[in-house]
C-alpha cells in the first residue's frame, strides 16, 4: 500500500479541512508513492522518534503536532527540527501531522480528554463559524429524486445528527436556447415551460468539489443553474473544546485530585476556591487560554486546559474553577486514539504507538 492510498483513512480520521488556518497538517515530509512498510504513532516527531522508526522498520510516522510550522530557509541541522526532517529524508521517512485537525473533530482529542474523565451529554465548547455551504439548484421534477442521491452521496444533506435534508418546492421553469443549444428538453430556439423541483441542500465546504462533480455528472440539462452561499451558521459538530458533565458533582479538591489521577498529570495550576461543586467541566486540549471567556458564557464550573499565563487566572473573574493541567497530559490519550482507529482501518502492516515520552516538561 502507497502513501497516496493511506490518505484518505487518516482524512477520515481528521479532516484536514477541519484545521485551523494558522496550523500546518497532512503529509509534511515524503513521498506520496512511497510504499508503506510500517507506521509508527506518536505525540510529537523528534529525532528520538523517526530513530525508533528507523529501528521498527516504519517509514512513516504519524504524530499530533507538526514538526514543521513554518518554512525553512536552510537545513544545516543546527536546529531540532532541521535535524528531524535531515533524518527522516535521509531514511526515506515520511512524517503526517493531524494537529488541530483532530482538535476540531467531534471524536478527537477533546472528545478523549472528556471521556478520560468520565464526562457525560459532551458538546463542542466553540463550534465553527462559516464551514457550511448551501446549494440551491433546479431540475426537471422527475429527475429530481436521482439528482438528490446523488448529492446525498456526495456528502451534502448533513445537518447535525440528521442526514439526507434537504428542502424541495416545485415551480416552471422557462429557457430558450439559442441555434447552438442542445436541449434535452425542446428544440434549439424554441421556448419551454418545464415543471421543475428546486432543491436546497447544506454541505461542509471542504465538500464542494465532491459536491459539484456529483451535481454536474447527474443533473440532465446542458446549463446547470445553480448558486452556493457561505452560511453564517455553528456547525455543531466541528470546533473546538467541548463541554460535558460529571455523573456526580464533586468538591473542588476532589475533582482536581480525579483530573490529577486521570490525566497523569503531577501539578495542576487553578485558580482560588469558589468551594462551589463541580458538575459541568469544560476542556480545551493543549493551549486554551483564548476560550475561558467562552467557558464562562457556557456555565461551566470548572475550565480545564494548558499553557496558562499569569495573567490568564485573573480572566475566570471568580466565575469558574480555572486550572492548567500542563500541555502535554491534556492532550496524553490522543496517540492512543489514532492508533486504535488506524489498526481498525488498515490490516496490512503494523501500527505501532511509539514509546517515546516526548513532554519537554519536567517536573521536580
Excluded: W
Amino acid at each position: 500500500m502507497k502513501i497516496k492510498e493511506l490518505l484518505p483513512v487518516l482524512e477520515e480520521m481528521a479532516p484536514l479541512a477541519y484545521a485551523e488556518d494558522f496550523d500546518n497538517v497532512g503529509l509534511l515530509v515524503g513521498n506520496k508513492e512511497q510504499v508503506v512498510t510500517g507506521i509508527l504513532v506518536c505525540h510529537d516527531a523528534l529525532e528520538s522518534v523517526i530513530d525508533e522508526a528507523i529501528a521498527k522498520n516504519c517509514n512513516l510516522v504519524v504524530c499530533f503536532h507538526p514538526i514543521l510550522f513554518t518554512g525553512l530557509k536552510k537545513i544545516t541541522g543546527s536546529t531540532y527540527v532541521e535535524r528531524v526532517v535531515m533524518k527522516a529524508i535521509q531514511h526515506q521517512i515520511a512524517i503526517y501531522a493531524v494537529h488541530t485537525a483532530l482538535d476540531n473533530h467531534h471524536e478527537g482529542v477533546n472528545r478523549i480528554f472528556c471521556s478520560a474523565l468520565g464526562l457525560e451529554n459532551c458538546n463542542i465548547l466553540i463550534p465553527k463559524t462559516k464551514f457550511i455551504t448551501k446549494m440551491v439548484v433546479y431540475t426537471p421534477t422527475d429527475q429530481a429524486e436521482k439528482l438528490r442521491e446523488a448529492l446525498f452521496a456526495a456528502g451534502a444533506g448533513n445537518i447535525g445528527n440528521y442526514e439526507r435534508c434537504s428542502f424541495n418546492t416545485v415551480g416552471i421553469g422557462t429557457f430558450k436556447g439559442n441555434a447552438k443549444s442542445k436541449p434535452v428538453l425542446g428544440s434549439p430556439e424554441s421556448f419551454i415551460e418545464v415543471e421543475e423541483t428546486k432543491i436546497d441542500v447544506v454541505f461542509e465546504k471542504h465538500l464542494k468539489q465532491a459536491v459539484l462533480q456529483a451535481l454536474f455528472e447527474t443533473h440532465v440539462y446542458e446549463e446547470v443553474a445553480y448558486e452556493l452561499y457561505e452560511l453564517e451558521n455553528t456547525h455543531q459538530n466541528i470546533g473546538l473544546g467541548m463541554m460535558g458533565t460529571l455523573p456526580k458533582p464533586m468538591a473542588e479538591q476532589d475533582f482536581l485530585l480525579h483530573v490529577k489521577q486521570a490525566m497523569q498529570t503531577p501539578l495542576i495550576r487553578h485558580t482560588e476556591f469558589r468551594n462551589k461543586p463541580i458538575q459541568k467541566v469544560a476542556v480545551l486540549g493543549g493551549a486554551g487560554s483564548f476560550a475561558i471567556k467562552n467557558a464562562i458564557q457556557a456555565g461551566a464550573d470548572a475550565f480545564l486546559t494548558a499553557d496558562l499565563k499569569y495573567h490568564n487566572f485573573y480572566e475566570a473573574e471568580n466565575q469558574l474553577l480555572l486550572a492548567d493541567i500542563g500541555h502535554y497530559e491534556s492532550e496524553r490519550y490522543t496517540k492512543n486514539y489514532i492508533v486504535d482507529f488506524l489498526r481498525k482501518k488498515i490490516l496490512s502492516f503494523a501500527i505501532i504507538l511509539s514509546e517515546a515520552n516526548t513532554n519537554p516538561v519536567k517536573y521536580l
